[in-house]
């Protein structure tokens, strides 16, 4: 069955540390993948994508993602988190037909 | 700028009570959908539509009912036969053209009171 994992319902970070939240799918075929950013009571928000090629995208907002393919993951990285990058970040895969599974999401927490 | 308006952000309900969310976009976009968000449990499918005058059920169609008779807009109507309506509810709309990203309206919260 197609699927979207987030492992971790929330983390916490120091400002300035490194991030990565971790995402795996399960797709029989090549993945379009997202991660979307949700601040509190507003819209997801698109940060980057991938569908084919580098498997290293970049997004904005600083963030990166890498797409492994051997391990069916698509990890969100930032090198240095700022106090405003606390959030809800959701990874999603498109699956065609118009539609898109999205994971139950992780929720970011930054302490001074 | 084109984007996803969704009306009104809070929505206070009597129990009993049907009411409807708007969502209006201007992206051209041909498919358009609605979640539901609760706490812990991220975003759940309600309906979506692909074309005009066409919709399909999503995973917890029930209590709900939409309508799609313009390109533009997608309403939402919360019924009285929805036994938890309380939530946030987020619209979003997706074109295969662009990006294959969603476009999400900035969300209503609907409280049962």
């Known amino acids: 069955a197609q699927s979207v994992t987030q492992p971790d319902i929330h983390i916490t970070v120091s400002e300035g540390a490194s991030l990565e939240l971790r995402c795996n799918y399960s797709y029989g075929a090549t993945p379009y993948l997202f991660w979307y950013v949700q601040s509190p009571g507003q819209g997801l928000q698109l940060l980057l994508k991938y569908f084919s090629g580098d498997t290293l995208v970049q997004g904005i907002k600083g963030f990166e993602a890498e797409f492994k393919r051997s391990q069916s993951s698509f990890n969100l990285r930032k090198p240095s988190v700022h106090w405003s990058d606390a959030a809800e970040y959701f990874c999603?895969?498109?699956?065609?037909?118009?539609?898109?599974?999205f994971g139950a999401g992780t929720r970011l927490f930054v302490k001074a | 700028d084109g984007g996803i308006t969704q009306s009104p952000k809070y929505l206070f309900r009597k129990e009993g009570q049907n009411v409807t969310l708007s969502c209006e976009q201007n992206l051209n976009h041909d498919a358009m959908y609605w979640y539901r968000q609760d706490p812990g449990q991220g975003l759940r499918l309600i309906y979506y539509s692909q074309i005009v005058n066409d919709f399909q059920k999503g995973d917890i169609a029930e209590g709900y009912s939409v309508s799609r008779e313009k390109k533009e807009s997608f309403p939402l109507t919360v019924t009285s036969a929805q036994k938890n309506p309380t939530a946030f509810y987020l619209c979003a709309s997706f074109s295969p053209r662009r990006n294959y990203g969603y476009t999400f309206g900035s969300g209503t919260r609907l409280t049962v009171v």
């Open positions: 999603a895969v498109y699956t065609g037909g118009f539609k898109t599974i």
